[in-house]
């Protein structure tokens, strides 16, 4: 039965911003992955840059995705972390 109105989840504008949220979070995904290759691959990377490179990602992640410092420090910070104490044996 038909009730006149559109459901929220389905308007254009609605689906253009799912879509948008989506491109964003592919964007992330591809930079921490290009960061964290650059850390694990580059032999004449100091641990001063590859510091610096986690930290500007992290201000890169919340420009895109203000107010979601938290998802970062739970999902991308421990994988940067990890990889920093593999790669520079931090204890």
Do not use: W
Not at 19 to 41: H, P
């Amino acid at each position: 039965m038909a009730t006149g109105h559109t459901e929220p989840s389905s308007t254009p504008e609605h689906l253009q911003e799912l879509e948008d949220e989506r491109k964003k979070l592919r964007r992330l995904q591809i930079m921490i992955d290009m960061v964290m290759s650059v850390i694990a691959q580059d032999p004449n990377l100091s641990i001063e840059e590859a510091s610096q490179m986690a930290n500007d990602a992290k201000r890169a992640a919340l420009a895109m995705f203000p107010d979601k410092e938290l998802a970062f420090d739970l999902i991308y910070k421990p994988r940067l972390q990890r990889l920093m104490r593999e790669r520079y044996r931090i204890i």
